[in-house]
């Protein structure tokens, strides 16, 4: 695979910084997140800070803060695991970024730099969180704040394990702020230990958060229940995870929006009836992904372009209204009529850049959402087939819910099996572009059956390498078999 031209940070350096962002940093994040105010930008060491409701606020920021860095949800690294490292997507005709914002080519290493990057972020994020969580328990902040705080940086915490435990299986378990270079060699503990860390935090965060967000972008209770369910079925608890969608529903919070194209512009980030938790862009912070779905005509990047397949209409129902939304061959932008290079291009998320000829440097404030409704349904549809051995009633009617939005018709009289099946393609026709697909692959047994489509392709590719600089910062770390 080619390697993108970046000097990596020695890790135990990367950690020295990373964990000690409480000595300033989260003071700097006002220009992040409309909901926090600014902090006098005066130095505090860590003992000095969590002594007031302000800067606890400003702790849980930083945390939120690392979501939307590139190398997570702000522009390549979520999409390509999920979306790069399925049959999805392909590296673009950039030259800049070409094959190695994924590894799609399945030539990855260990020294693949797109890799290395999100691994970083997400212990960048957990680190923050463990600090918050160790910080607050001792800070003199008002009982019911100090509980709101802990338990979102506990949701944010479990986010990022949820994330790689999937990607690279058994990883390094720290629930401890580390605050110095001291007793960082860690080996890896076994993902079931890391699941039943994940599936305490939520529980904590859902029992202890309000229903409602503390501010805008801020995980609530039915977050932590969306994310939960989610875990519990990827562990094979469909019951548990049933029981927690079915809970969601029945509470009548959430609905689908009634156009499925409302949920990826950007003047209606806000659509709260659909969107359980996202992360938050702006013109401040802008979500440069946008310009690495566009094509190179339009002055972007052009890095991702989709795989043919995934827009025929061998996999989309001749009605779906999800298919114009998605991909477009040919649009007219500022006045003229573009015609990709490349065939196809992504309209999902990248709109904004055609619609009444937007300029392309006024993109990017588009919030990435990471839990929504359409997710709520669909979990437990496949939840309460997984459970049953059939599929019920209740989940066809959550399917076809998702289905309907889509201008399609109901189904019903599936085997397990055909209606798993179903579900999978809608999944896949849903959440493209979100990072769904190659999680989904994998929790459904079916990467290797799909990725046949690469000729590279090889069983072990169902872990990810652990990246070889974290490798050769810690030497009790070990390596996922045959890389």
């Known amino acids: 695979m080619l390697l993108m031209n970046k000097i990596t940070l020695n890790m135990k350096t990367y950690l020295a910084y990373t964990f000690s962002f409480l000595v300033g940093l989260s003071l700097t ?75 799609l080519t ?177 013109p401040q912070r802008r979500n440069i992904l946008t310009d690495f779905l566009t094509v190179a005509e339009t002055s972007a990047y052009g890095a991702f372009e989709p795989i043919d397949n995934l827009f025929t209409n061998d996999l989309y129902e001749e009605s779906d209204l999800r298919r114009e939304y998605t991909v477009f061959d040919s649009i007219v932008w500022q006045g003229e009529w573009l015609v990709p290079a490349v065939g196809l291009s992504f309209l999902k998320f990248a709109e904004e850049h055609y619609i009444d000829g937007i300029p392309e440097g006024q993109s990017g404030t588009m919030n990435f959402p990471v839990l929504r409704y359409a997710d709520v349904l669909l979990v437990q549809a496949e939840a309460l087939a997984r459970a049953n051995g059939n599929p019920t009633t209740e989940a066809y009617d959550a399917l076809n819910q998702v289905r309907a939005r889509a201008g399609l018709s109901e189904v019903s009289g599936l085997s397990q099996e055909e209606f798993l099946d179903l579900l999978l393609r809608e999944r896949r026709l849903e959440f493209v572009l979100e990072g769904h697909r190659w999680f989904d692959l994998k929790r459904f047994g079916k990467l290797d059956e799909k990725m046949q489509v690469f000729e590279g392709w090889q069983s072990h590719f169902q872990l990810f390498p652990i990246p070889e600089a974290a490798i050769t910062a810690n030497p009790l770390l070990t390596q996922n078999d045959n890389y």
């Open 106 to 282: 399945y030539e990855m290493d260990a020294g693949n730099t797109r890799i290395l990057d999100f691994y970083e972020a997400s212990y960048q994020l957990i680190n923050r969180a463990n600090a918050v969580v160790d910080r607050l328990a001792e800070s003199p902040v008002d009982d019911e704040i100090k509980q709101d705080i802990t338990a979102e940086a506990k949701f944010l915490r479990a986010l990022a394990y949820f994330n790689i435990v999937q990607m690279f299986g058994d990883v390094i378990l720290r629930t401890e702020e580390a605050a110095s270079l001291d007793n960082l060699d860690q080996p890896r503990s076994p993902a079931s230990d890391v699941y039943a860390q994940i599936i305490q935090d939520l529980q904590a965060a859902s029992s202890d958060l309000p229903n409602e967000p503390l501010g805008v972008g801020r995980a609530d209770a039915w977050a932590a229940r969306a994310l939960l369910a989610k875990v519990y079925l990827t562990a094979e608890q469909p019951n548990e995870a049933a029981q927690l969608t079915g809970e969601i529903i029945n509470s009548g919070e959430f609905s689908l929006v009634s156009e499925y194209n409302r949920l990826f512009r950007p003047e209606n980030s806000g659509l709260t009836e659909e969107i359980i938790f996202a992360v938050q862009y702006g």
């Open 29 to 103: 994040l006002s220009g992040c997140n409309d909901f926090l105010e600014e902090e006098p930008r005066n130095f505090l060491s860590p003992d000095q800070f969590y002594q007031t409701p302000s800067q606890a606020t400003s702790a849980i920021i930083g945390v939120y803060d690392v979501l939307d860095n590139p190398d997570m949800y702000g522009q390549q690294g979520f999409i390509s695991a999920g979306d790069g490292a399925s049959d999805n997507l392909l590296g673009g005709v950039s030259t800049m970024v070409n094959k190695s914002q994924n590894p």
